[in-house]
C-alpha cells in the first residue's frame, strides 16, 4: 500500500489517495487507487472534500479475510465514503 499525501493550498496536508501495488512493469511500480480525496470546494478559507471508495477491493483485503480477519467489504463500496 502507498498513501499520498499533498499540501493542499490552504496549506493543509491530507491524504490524497491509498493505493496498492500490483506489480512492475520494468523498474516502474503499477498501482491502483483504493481510496482518494474529492474536493467539493471551500468551507471559508479551507478545501473541503471527502474521502471516497474507487471500488476497487485491495489483494490485501482477501488476503486478510482468508486469514480469518473480518473486513467489510461495503468499505470498498463507490458510494461509502472514509473518514
Keep these: 500500500m502507498i498513501v499520498h499525501v ?4 490552504d496549506g493543509v496536508r491530507r491524504v490524497e489517495t ?3 501495488v500490483t506489480g512492475m512493469e520494468g523498474n516502474t511500480p ?3 487507487d483504493i481510496f482518494q480525496f ?7 478559507k479551507k478545501v473541503a472534500g471527502r474521502y471516497v471508495a474507487t471500488g476497487i ?7 486478510l479475510r482468508s ?3 473480518d473486513v467489510p467489504m461495503q468499505l470498498f ?3 461509502q465514503l472514509v473518514g
Design 6 to 9: 499533498r499540501r493542499y493550498e
Design 18 to 20: 491509498v493505493a496498492e
Design 30 to 32: 503499477q498501482l491502483q
Design 38 to 44: 474529492q474536493r467539493t470546494g471551500r468551507k471559508g
Design 57 to 63: 477491493v485491495p489483494h490485501v483485503a482477501e488476503d
Design 67 to 69: 486469514r480469518g480477519l
Design 77 to 79: 463500496t463507490p458510494s
